[in-house]
C-alpha cells in the first residue's frame, strides 16, 4: 500500500519561495508516477505539475510554468515542489497523487495535502 504524506506548507508573502514534500511510504519513489495538485477556495482541482517514474518531469500547467518545479529523490523517497515568485492566487491546498508504473494521468494514491496561503 503506497501512503503519502505532504508538508512544508505555511503563509508567505507574495514574491516569497516554498518547498514542499511529498513523503513516500510503502513503494520506491522510483517505481511511482507522481503528481502535484491544488485546489483553492472556490476553485476546482488543477494538475501543477508531475514526474513520471522513468524520472521524465511532465509539462508543467501554464499558471505555475518557470516558477514551480518538480523534483524527486530516490535515497529520501521524496517527491518536491519548489514554489518561487509566489502570488495571491497561488493560494491552496496542495496534494500530491501517485500511482504505479502509470502515466501521469489517473492516480490512485492521494496524500491529505498541506495549505499553502500567500498573502498580497
Known amino acids: 500500500q503506497v501512503q503519502l504524506v505532504e508538508s512544508g506548507g505555511g503563509l508567505v508573502q507574495a514574491g516569497a519561495s516554498l518547498r514542499i514534500s511529498c513523503a513516500v511510504s510503502?513503494?520506491?519513489?522510483?517505481?511511482?508516477?507522481v503528481g502535484w495538485f491544488r485546489q483553492g477556495p472556490g476553485k476546482e482541482r488543477e494538475s501543477v505539475a508531475a514526474?513520471?517514474?522513468?524520472?521524465?518531469?511532465?509539462d508543467s500547467a501554464d499558471s505555475v510554468k518557470g516558477r514551480f518545479t518538480i523534483s524527486r529523490d530516490n535515497a529520501e523517497n521524496t517527491v518536491y515542489l519548489q514554489l518561487n515568485r509566489l502570488k495571491p492566487e497561488d493560494t491552496a491546498v496542495y496534494y500530491c497523487?501517485?500511482?504505479?508504473?502509470?502515466?501521469?494521468?489517473?492516480?490512485?494514491?492521494w496524500g491529505q495535502g498541506t495549505q499553502v496561503t500567500v498573502s498580497s
Open positions: 514526474i513520471h517514474w522513468t524520472g521524465v518531469i511532465a
Open positions: 510503502g513503494r520506491p519513489v522510483s517505481t511511482l508516477t
Open positions: 497523487a501517485a500511482n504505479i508504473y502509470g502515466g501521469v494521468q489517473g492516480f490512485d494514491y
